[in-house]
């Protein structure tokens, strides 16, 4: 069964899923459909992810080797971050209090790798649109103009949540990409957006490692 699987990443949503499924597969880690080398589990958001239950259990789980957890900064890192760690800590007794810059590898006391990435680069705010946000050329007049588009939409009335602004430019770049509209592991596959950018590839870097790929 998949949540018995050894090795295990929680995100917060779907979208999360996919885009790390393909990121994975553009960096040359064979991932088979019906048998990926990791079960990635959306969770359904940060405040199901950071369950200390949910944790415990999991780090309890018998044949377990390595689990690890994506998130979001959103607008402050440093009070998420103390979140996650409190979260963690109450499972993991030696669970360090800093997030290195490059993310989180540590084996807990009972040999379990426990990783995390916090997005997009474990230091600024931020999610994971404004870490692929990173593999636009910023001269790219295109996501330029999107950019400014949003940014008046938002003057003129726009409803979506300033904290969510980097959401909105991306998807607005898609918007006016060949085709119009593209998911973000869709742009990812047709090179939309380069899954192999320098941008990427401290993630990628730390995925490997955190699951020995």
């Avoid at 553009?26 to 359904?44: D, K, M, Y």
């Avoid at 390595?66 to 971050?81: K, L, Q, S, T």
């Avoid at 430019?169 to 918007?175: D, E, G, S, V, Y």
Wanted: hydrophobic content about 40%; some cysteine.
């Amino acid at each position: 069964m998949a949540n018995q699987h050894p090795k295990i990443l929680f995100v917060e949503g779907k979208q999360d899923v996919f885009v790390i499924a393909e990121l994975a597969e553009a960096n040359h880690i064979p991932w088979p459909l019906r048998n990926p080398p990791i079960h990635i589990e959306e969770v359904g958001g940060y405040d199901r992810l950071i369950d200390a239950k949910r944790i415990a259990t999991r780090l309890q789980a018998s044949g377990l080797q390595v689990i690890g957890i994506v998130v979001d900064a959103d607008e402050n890192p440093a009070a998420r971050w103390q979140s996650l760690q409190a979260a963690c800590a109450k499972s993991i007794a030696d669970m360090p209090k800093t997030l290195p810059s490059q993310g989180l590898i540590h084996t807990t006391q009972t040999g379990i790798q426990f990783g995390v990435w916090m997005m997009p680069d474990n230091q600024l705010r931020g999610m994971i649109e404004t870490f692929l946000s990173n593999c636009i050329e910023s001269t790219d007049p295109v996501w330029q103009y999107a950019q400014s588009a949003v940014t008046e939409a938002k003057v003129q009335g726009a409803p979506f949540k300033t904290l969510q602004q980097d959401k909105a430019n991306i998807h607005t770049w898609l918007a006016w990409q060949d085709e119009p509209g593209q998911q973000l592991h869709t742009a990812l596959q047709r090179r939309i957006l380069d899954p192999q950018h320098p941008q990427t590839q401290d993630f990628v870097g730390w995925f490997k490692t955190l699951y020995g790929l």
